[in-house]
């Protein structure tokens, strides 16, 4: 071999050794074909941003230890939004905070995560490459890596975009048994911050309303907060929920119906941000049917209620918690609401999407 | 929030229904009708129906302008909405309010170009937009909406723009409360009159109202405390034997209404010789159509229609609602075969329909006001 080729060859090595740079300013079919155009932007954007061991040998699946004699927990969440980027988060830190707080919900803490997204040909590689990032911010914030992962592009037109489906394991805490059967009258039901941020912060992002307001998602994982309630209060926690599409009430029929029980809630004392309120009230839109990302609802026995709330307001994400309401005996399987205004109301299960009122 | 708080005070509340029932108190019963789905909506969400005494009764009228909609119109509103390149807009509660062949929802769900608007200047924005669109806006409500349509429709004019048209639904109210006044099954005693078409039209225009009929009318804001100060205004009057035209949203309505939101309907829109209400009938000049000037936006001209006139559902008894004759419940199929999620009366699709409030709201054993001691 020629002193020339030989250069040449050793020069091609060289750039084959180094790692994969991701030139392409869109996503195009290329990208999903498996090639080296998929591994480039699998070793380039998707590896690099998430960068975890768990993730690094890129190998099938990521194997993981499980603490002796743990239950676990699996849980799956899908993500579709629009617009993919708003005020207080975007489909990548939601897809982390969704998964990891599904989780919480039945008192496992997350072991991993781990995702799919099916990209939208023509995707910008700079806004994906920004969600991805934010996925990953979110998920260090949450102390939980995103394991293993899988990308399609499918052509263009066939999805809005970007869809990520994230799916979690987690260790289920020992002696807790979080289940809406154990609901006993008496109980008390609290919130653990401010409602319907998420929901109105998307409503005003599409644009649409010609509304503004200052609005920011509350999407957040709330891994922390639910291990302080149950370090806190342990067995006496009954049961958490996250009240995310349908919000708060429709959560409490799901609860009330599923404990035969009767949830009395108290208007005056449900949490709700003035401006949030504003935007609801202009709209005809009731924030107890709007989304959270970053709240959970949890029952707890009344000999617990003190230590609960004290719990969750020491945790910067339950600062504003509250106590709404009480389970009672009758009438099973309502919601009731003493409005702030003196009178009641039933609080029943959304029809549809909750659409605004014309006058 | 300020401007409402003050509103919703419940301490100014319980001494409103103290007076209240103070001046019922041994009195026979009095049926009192808002005639507005707003109030509807406050009554229920507020949960205005336990702060009054046993002799007071509310009874939901006939304001929601989604539920009176015939079911004939909105099979002719799906029919525009599934021609080809037609964009349809609508405001988001009529989606769901079925016609004889479904609802404007499900045409969407079988492809038709359905957009929910909050405005007809984002339909009007939709149509300069998208030039090889034909967009039709569903004009509907009382003359609350109408003079939106109306600018709406001088603005298209102005603009030149020509892929932009109205199907006109708009209706009046006082025909509506003449027409009840009117039924032989009517017992309403007083009247809660619309807030917000009041800013409109004034409050003049009810006076036959107390001349023809003999019954009060106060025209009331939307917040609780001005629903239940409105109620109490009505029960005085009925106290003292006084038939009068009183208005209580003083901070917006004028006697006179505003004229230049009725200048720009009398511009786009002529009365409608008769027009069908849901469960109401046929109701002469009861309803707004577009102007001859207007014609070239007109969706009923620009497209053929079959106009046909769809029966209401035989078990339906909305018009006896609608006029007060019975409560929700006492609807043969209330709860059971009509219920939100499979209406078959369009008063339960509307929240501020009377039945879906009631269905939604108010489905308790109430809890009324003591008898003052």
């Not at chain 1, 699996?74 to 905070?97: M, N, R």
């Not at chain 2, 002529?270 to 046929?282: D, K, V």
Request: with cysteine.
């Amino acid at each position: 071999m020629e002193e020339r080729e030989r250069e040449v060859l050793e020069r091609i090595e060289r750039a084959r050794r180094r790692p994969a740079r991701l030139r392409d300013e869109v996503i195009t079919l290329a990208h999903g074909a498996g090639g080296s155009a998929s591994r480039t932007l699998v070793e380039a954007l998707f590896a690099a941003e998430l960068d975890n061991p768990l993730l690094a040998p890129l190998a099938d699946s990521a194997v993981l230890a499980a603490p002796a004699g743990a239950r676990i927990a699996t849980t799956i969440d899908a993500s579709v939004v629009t617009p993919l980027e708003f005020p207080g988060g975007d489909i990548g830190s939601l897809a982390v905070s969704g998964t990891v707080n599904d989780l919480a919900m039945v008192g496992a803490r997350a072991l991993a995560l781990t995702a799919a997204f099916v990209i939208e040909e023509g995707f910008a590689v700079e806004r994906l490459r920004r969600i991805v990032a934010s996925m990953a911010a979110a998920a260090r914030v949450a102390g939980v890596p995103v394991a293993a992962g899988d990308t399609k592009v499918v052509e263009r037109g066939k999805a809005d975009g970007l869809f990520i489906a994230t799916a979690g394991v987690g260790a289920v805490r020992d002696g807790i048994e979080l289940d809406p059967a154990g609901i006993r009258p008496g109980d008390r039901v609290l919130v653990s911050g401010t409602l319907g941020e998420h929901g109105m912060a998307i409503m005003l992002a599409r644009g649409d309303l010609a509304l503004e307001a200052e609005i920011v998602s509350d999407a957040a994982s709330l891994g922390g907060v639910v291990d302080r309630v149950l370090d806190a209060c342990g067995p006496a926690v009954r049961c958490l929920r996250d009240p995310t599409r349908g919000g708060l009430a429709t959560v409490l029929n799901e609860l009330a119906r599923a404990a035969g029980a009767s949830i009395a809630l108290d208007e005056a004392a449900i949490p709700v941000r003035p401006e949030v309120a504003g935007a609801c009230e202009l709209l005809g839109i009731d924030p107890l049917y709007v989304a959270n990302e970053g709240k959970l609802v949890a029952v707890v026995a009344p000999e617990a209620v003190d230590a609960a709330l004290a719990a969750l307001r020491a945790d910067p994400l339950g600062a504003r918690a509250a106590v709404i309401g009480e389970v009672r005996a009758e009438p099973p399987g309502m919601v009731l609401l003493e409005t702030a205004f003196g009178g009641s109301r039933v609080v029943d299960l959304l029809v549809g999407n909750p659409l605004p009122r014309i006058c | 929030m300020r401007f409402v708080d003050e509103y919703r005070d419940p301490a100014l509340a319980r001494r409103v229904a103290e007076e209240l029932a103070a001046l019922a108190a041994g009195r026979e019963r009095m049926r009192v009708m808002e005639v507005c789905g707003g109030h509807t909506h406050t009554i229920y969400r507020h949960g205005i129906e336990d702060l009054l005494p046993e002799n007071v009764e509310l009874v939901h009228g006939p304001g929601c302008p989604v539920c009176v909609i015939p079911m004939g119109r909105v099979d002719d509103a799906i029919a525009i909405a599934e021609r080809p390149g037609v964009t349809f807009t609508t405001f988001g509660d009529m989606l769901r309010v079925p016609g004889g062949r479904g609802t404007l929802l499900e045409a969407q769900a079988r492809g038709a170009d359905v957009r929910v608007v909050y405005s007809p200047l984002d339909a009007l924005r939709i149509a300069r937009e998208t030039p090889e669109r034909e967009v039709v806006f569903f004009g509907i409500g009382f003359e609350t909406t109408a003079p939106s349509t109306a600018l709406t429709l001088l603005r298209a004019r102005a603009e030149g723009i020509e892929n932009f048209s109205v199907f006109c639904n708009h209706v009046l109210v006082n025909p509506a409360i003449r027409a009840i006044l009117e039924s032989p099954d009517e017992r309403i005693d007083g009247f809660i009159g619309p807030g917000h078409v009041s800013t409109v039209i004034g409050t003049r225009c009810y006076a036959f109202v107390a001349a023809e009929f003999g019954r009060p009318l106060v025209v009331s804001g939307f917040e609780p405390l001005d629903v239940l100060e409105s109620l109490l205004m009505v029960v005085r009057q009925l106290a003292d034997g006084r038939t009068e035209i009183e208005n209580q949203y003083t901070r917006v309505v004028r006697p006179e209404g505003n004229e230049r939101a009725l200048a720009a309907i009398a511009e786009t829109m002529t009365e409608r010789e008769t027009f069908e209400w849901r469960g109401l009938g046929w109701i002469e000049r009861s309803a707004l159509g577009l102007s001859p000037a207007f014609a070239r936006f007109d969706a009923e001209l620009r497209f053929p229609l079959r106009g046909d006139r769809v029966e209401d559902p035989k078990a339906c008894q909305c018009g006896e609602v609608l006029r007060g004759a019975i409560k929700p419940w006492e609807c043969k199929v209330f709860g059971t075969a009509c219920t939100p999620e499979r209406p078959i009366g369009t008063c339960m699709v509307s929240s501020e329909g009377a039945c879906a409030a009631y269905y939604n709201y108010g489905r308790v054993a109430r809890r009324r006001a003591p008898a003052p001691a």
